[in-house]
C-alpha cells in the first residue's frame, strides 16, 4: 500500500486499549500506525473510575494525545460503543487533528442536538438515572453516597458473553472478563450536553454496523444514522457488538477501504 494512515483507537465502556489488539496488530504488520488510548480510569490508566468527575476528565488522555501531535500530521479517530461519545467530543476539540472519524456500532449523534431517549437507554447516558432493566444488568458503585447518583457502572458477569462477545472467539472473551474494568457513569452523562461544532461537522465520517449486535439493537444504529448520515457505511452481517473481537479482518479490510478515499 503506498499510503500509510495513523489510526487512533477509542475503546467503550469497561474496555481499554487492549482490546483492539487485532486491529492494531494487522495494521502494524501492514504498514500504517496504529495507538490504542486508555481513557481515564480505563484499561492501564490507574485513575480510580470512581473519580472521574465529567466527560472532558475521562477523555483527557486522549486530549493529550491529540494536542501533541505535529502541526502536519493528522490521524483517523476509530471508537466503538459509548466511546463514540468521546471521539466525538475530541473532534469538536481538536478538529483539525482528524482526518476521519469512524463509528464501530458506536455513539454517533450530532453535537448540539437533543439524543433521542430510545438512544439514550441503550448507550447508558441517562446522566446516572437507574431503571430496573439497567439494574438487572448492571453493577453500579455509589462512591459518593447512596443518596447520590452513582460513580461507575459494570456490567454483571452473566450478561457479558451474550451482551457484548456473543460471536467473538471463546478466548477472546476469557481474555476480556480478566480485564474489564467499571465505567464512569459521570462521563457519559456528558455524552448529551456536547455543543456543536461545524468544524467537527466537516470532519468525514463512517459508520460500522454490527448485524447480530445483543447490546446495541439494529434498529437503534440505523436510527443514529438517520439522524446524522455518515459519508460512508458498511455493515458487518456476522458481528456482534465487539467486532474488533468476532469480525477482525473484516473490519481491518473496512477501516481501510474507509482510509483510502483520503490522504494520510
Not at 458506536?106 to 453535537?111: D, E, Q, R
Not at 459494570?154 to 472473551?173: A, F, I, L, Q, T
Not at 468476532?246 to 477501516?255: G, M, V
Request: aromatic share 10%; net charge negative.
Amino acid at each position: 500500500m503506498s499510503e500509510h494512515h495513523h489510526f487512533v483507537f477509542v475503546h467503550g465502556a469497561g474496555h481499554g486499549g487492549w482490546c483492539w489488539y487485532k486491529l492494531a496488530n494487522s495494521l502494524r504488520e501492514n504498514g500504517h500506525k496504529a495507538t490504542c488510548i486508555d481513557l481515564k480510569g480505563s484499561g492501564i490508566n490507574l485513575t480510580d473510575p470512581n473519580t472521574v468527575s465529567s466527560l472532558d476528565d475521562y477523555n483527557q488522555p486522549l486530549y493529550d494525545f491529540l494536542s501533541q501531535l505535529p502541526l502536519d500530521q493528522k490521524v483517523i479517530l476509530v471508537s466503538h460503543s459509548v466511546g463514540g461519545g468521546s471521539m466525538t467530543a475530541a473532534m469538536c476539540q481538536y478538529p483539525s487533528k482528524v482526518s476521519m472519524a469512524v463509528y464501530v456500532a458506536a455513539a454517533m449523534v450530532k453535537p448540539g442536538t437533543i439524543i433521542p431517549p430510545i438512544l439514550k437507554e441503550v448507550l447508558k447516558i441517562c446522566s446516572g438515572m437507574i431503571e430496573t432493566e439497567a439494574e438487572k444488568i448492571w453493577d453500579f458503585t455509589f462512591g459518593n453516597g447512596p443518596g447520590n447518583l452513582p460513580t461507575s457502572m459494570m456490567m454483571k458477569p452473566e450478561y457479558v458473553r451474550d451482551k457484548y462477545y456473543n460471536e467473538s472467539p471463546m478466548e477472546d472473551y476469557t481474555l476480556a472478563t480478566t480485564l474489564l474494568r467499571p465505567a464512569p457513569v459521570m462521563a457519559f452523562a456528558g455524552i448529551v450536553d456536547i455543543p456543536a461544532a461545524p468544524e467537527a461537522d466537516k470532519i468525514p465520517r463512517v459508520y460500522v454496523k454490527t448485524g447480530k449486535d445483543n447490546m446495541f439493537q439494529s434498529s437503534r444504529q440505523d436510527l443514529m444514522v438517520t439522524l446524522w448520515p455518515p459519508a460512508q457505511y458498511f455493515l458487518l452481517e456476522e458481528s456482534d457488538h465487539s467486532a474488533f473481537f468476532s469480525q477482525p479482518e473484516a473490519l481491518y479490510k473496512i477501516l481501510t477501504e474507509a482510509a483510502s478515499s483520503i490522504s494520510p
